[in-house]
């Protein structure tokens, strides 16, 4: 880190690596404080309009969710939305990730009535990755 400092994208992935480890073992606050570390760096040296900046923001949105502080999980799931359709990523597998998610978080608030439309097209985005992507 001294040699290369904090402001680069190999420090970003091996924080986020560590809040990943934190968020799998049930260390929502401390995976929190450094995912928010990541996007505070991203949006010091980077656009906001980054792949990986919108995967942080679902990964914030997660671990919102798993606090059960809804609003704040769809609030961090919607800009990840909006980058990611900003980049045109909306047929991307990460883009499905983002659905499911959105679709999990209207299962704990109780909207049913549209689960369905959204993993639908989650389905159809991975259907349509794997399909062009089928190696036999």
Known sequence: IEEFGKNNLHYIKIIEILSDMYYYIGYYEKSKSIIKE???IQEKIFSKDTFNYAVSLKKLGLIYMM??????????FEESMKIKNKLSMNKHPEYAELLISIAKLNIKIGKYDIINVIIEEALKILENVFENNHIQ
């Open 38 to 40: 990541s996007v505070k």
């Open 67 to 76: 606090e059960e502080k809804y609003e704040k999980a769809n609030y961090f």
